[in-house]
């Protein structure tokens, strides 16, 4: 059973910076592709970034510049960077990773960014 547990998250000012993180239990995240998305209140799930098994990454236009995904192998665990965090940011982010077997999400873990 594939697991994935965030951490990070938080209150932080516009233009701070906030990092989390995704551990994934149950598979290794080595062959897969995962991803960052988010939900802001009243509106549709959103993708925020992305990264290949081979380390390709992509962005929103939203975050691109400003956001990094990146994952460590051998800890099993994926994480973005924020920096530059702006009030629009501020929303639930989930981890997805998507697997032979199907689509599994993180708890989710709020990020709020004031003004």
């Known amino acids: 059973q594939v697991q994935l547990v965030q951490s990070g998250g938080g209150l932080v000012q516009a233009g701070g910076s906030l990092r989390l993180s995704c551990a994934a239990s149950?598979?290794?995240?080595?062959?897969?592709?995962m991803a960052w998305y988010r939900q802001a209140p009243g509106k549709q799930r959103e993708l925020v970034a992305s990264?290949?098994?081979?380390?390709?990454?992509n962005y929103s236009n939203s975050v691109k510049g400003r956001f990094a995904v990146s994952r460590d192998n051998a800890q099993n665990t994926f994480y973005v960077q924020m920096n530059n965090l702006k009030p629009e940011d501020t929303a639930v982010y989930y981890c997805?990773?998507?697997?032979?077997?199907?689509?599994?999400w993180g708890q989710g873990t709020q990020v709020t960014v004031s003004s």
């Open positions: 149950g598979t290794a995240i080595s062959m897969y592709y």
């Open positions: 997805y990773l998507n697997t032979l077997y199907g689509a599994n």
């Open positions: 990264i290949s098994s081979g380390g390709d990454t």
